[in-house]
């Protein structure tokens, strides 16, 4: 597993159960090292690091998990397509957030851009210049379906 | 009289989770999208405690800071600022601001709290 991965991984454990009150499981049997084209579907949010690390974070869900995600941060079941975004584009923010000050802490600052959430299905996205490309399936029972953490990024140094 | 608890951050959901955990203790709370507006309400409303996000569009919560502490009547009303940064040189840059705390997201509602409670007791 890739170091980054772990970075990813247990930061999205952590987010989840705090804020969202769910645990999440990481399905280490996928293979975390895809190649050069991603395709989103449904809710994804993303946002881009620049400096010692550049590149993108997404977090995909399906139209109906995030719509679940957001109804049990907000209290509410009947949110708006507004208010789903943000919630996904908040925790798009903490996931990229946790995995910056981590990479910080190996001598890769970085800085962070607002998020921006993309609604649609078969969205194409093909990275360039990253070098590093790595996926993130993760599940909760509560929830029952799968959602992906996808990084793009490219590192100005090596990681160690 | 109840106590007032500004929150500043571009994302509703960061407001809400903190007006949530907040009104739940007794605080009146009063909503920001970003500093500028939260500089504006200030001006006009003097609030008790300042929670804010670092990132956010037109002003950010280190500018939002300064402002605050250059304004005479809002110079000790004391900022938290919350965010996902926890970098010791970002905490520094916030404390040379004029931030009172740092809390870093995600929070555990009873952290939150236990910072808001002991910079404005009810």
Known sequence: MHVMSGFIRAGVREIFSTMVGTEVVCDESKDDNFTTQMILSGVSGTVSVTGKMTGSVYINFTANLANKVAAKIMGSDSLSDSEVNDVVGELTNMVTGNLKSKMADKGFNCALSIPTVIRGQDVQINPKDAPISLQSHFKSAEFGEIFTVDCFTKLDGELK | ?122
């Open chain 2, 1 to 122: 009289m109840p106590k007032t608890v500004m929150t500043v951050d571009d994302s509703a959901t960061i407001r809400q989770n903190v007006s949530f955990v907040l009104e739940d203790a007794g605080y009146e709370i009063v909503e920001a999208v970003d500093g500028k507006e939260a500089f504006d309400k200030i001006q006009a409303n003097p609030v008790d405690l300042v929670i804010s996000d670092v990132h956010m569009p037109n002003m950010n919560g280190i500018e939002l800071t300064k402002a605050i502490r250059a304004h005479a009547p809002t110079k000790f009303t004391p900022v938290v600022l919350l965010t996902t940064e926890s970098q010791p040189e970002k905490k520094m840059e916030g404390k040379a601001a004029g931030a009172t705390g740092w809390i870093v997201k995600p929070f555990q509602p009873e952290q939150l709290l236990t910072v808001v409670k002991k910079l404005c007791p009810l």
